[in-house]
Nanobody, 119 residues
Framework: QVRLVESGGGLVQAGGSLRLSCAASGSIFSINTMGWYRQGTGKERELVASITSGGSTNYANSVEGRSTISRDNAKNTVYLQMNSLKPEDTGVYYC?????????????WGQGTQVTVSS
């Protein structure tokens, strides 16, 4: 069984910073892309940032230049450093991983962590 466990969310004032972490555990052969998505109230879930196993990154325009995604392949962990946070960054942040287990390639989600940015 595979689990993605997020941590690091919370309440922060506008202009502040947060660092999210997501650790994957279980019967994992390899992990391809890992990423972070967020969902604001009444909004659809959207990609924030992603990173491949080789380290190539992709960012949403809204966070480009303010956020950095990284990963530690030895720990099966992905991080999202967010700076200069804005109230519109508020939402539930979900970790995502495309990974290979013994019976195939699957897309997994974490349970989500709340990020609230106050103005």
């Amino acid at each position: 069984q595979v689990r993605l466990v997020e941590s690091g969310g919370g309440l922060v004032q506008a202009g502040g910073s947060l660092r999210l972490s997501c650790a994957a555990s279980g019967s994992i052969f390899s992990i391809n892309t890992m990423g972070w998505y967020r969902q604001g109230t009444g909004k659809e879930r959207e990609l924030v940032a992603s990173i491949t196993s080789g380290g190539s990154t992709n960012y949403a325009n809204s966070v480009e230049g303010r956020s950095t995604i990284s990963r530690d392949n030895a720990k099966n962990t992905v991080y999202l450093q967010m700076n200069s946070l804005k109230p519109e960054d508020t939402g539930v942040y979900y970790c995502n991983a495309v990974l290979r287990t013994w019976n195939g390639l699957y897309n997994y989600w974490g349970q989500g962590t709340q990020v609230t940015v106050s103005s």
